[in-house]
């Protein structure tokens, strides 16, 4: 007999907002905001266009018990804010590491968010890593200063492929020991 184990998910308290796991009704905002071709062409994941049903699948899979990634949703709802303002995520990786991943809503750029969802994410530490890595392409600094501001280190220049730019765009990878 074979005993799968299901993989919980803390929700993360802030000042500004909570990081909390996805739910269905998120659906409506996470394809607004990820079908904005800015917000797509700064990850490698999400296509642009946003194809239909999309959005679904991608909520599905983060709602999965055999994920594997942790994703949580930064709401600002208990702060009076909207219940998405931009989505962060724990990629588990081997050796007792994890690739840190976000993307904020253009409304919220410039905000300082997206520094205080990666620091929170990396104070509480979820999964119990040892290491967080980060990737960003090298025409975004200001996610790269994310990092950095975040205490992650420069580690070197790689290559990545965005789905939404359809090519291979050079990125810097930074790590940090926790």
């Known amino acids: 007999m074979k005993l799968d184990s299901i993989i919980t998910q803390p929700v993360i308290e802030t000042e500004r907002f909570d990081l909390r796991p996805l739910r269905k009704s998120d659906m409506g905002l996470i394809g607004l905001y990820a079908s904005d071709e800015r917000v797509a062409r700064m990850t490698t994941s999400i296509p642009h266009p946003l194809p239909p049903g999309s959005t679904e699948a991608f ?9 594997d990634q942790d994703i949580w949703a930064m709401d600002g709802t208990r702060a009076g804010g909207a219940e998405v303002m931009g989505l962060i995520a724990l990629q588990r990786m081997d050796r007792n590491q ?15 968010l997206a520094s205080d969802a990666v620091g929170a994410l990396v104070a509480a530490n979820p999964m119990g890593n040892a290491t ?8 975004n600094p200001a996610s790269a200063r994310v990092l950095t501001h975040c ?7 790689a290559e990545s492929y965005s ?11 930074y790590s940090r020991r926790l």
Do not use: C, H, K
């Open 98 to 112: 994890s690739e840190v991943g976000y993307w904020v809503a253009p409304i919220y750029w410039n905000t300082g």
């Open 151 to 157: 205490g992650f280190q420069y580690l070197g220049d």
């Open 132 to 139: 967080m890595f980060g990737s960003v392409f090298q025409d």
């Open 59 to 67: 909520v599905a899979r983060a709602m999965s018990d055999t994920r």
């Open 163 to 173: 789905v939404a730019r359809n090519a291979t765009v050079r990125t810097w990878t």
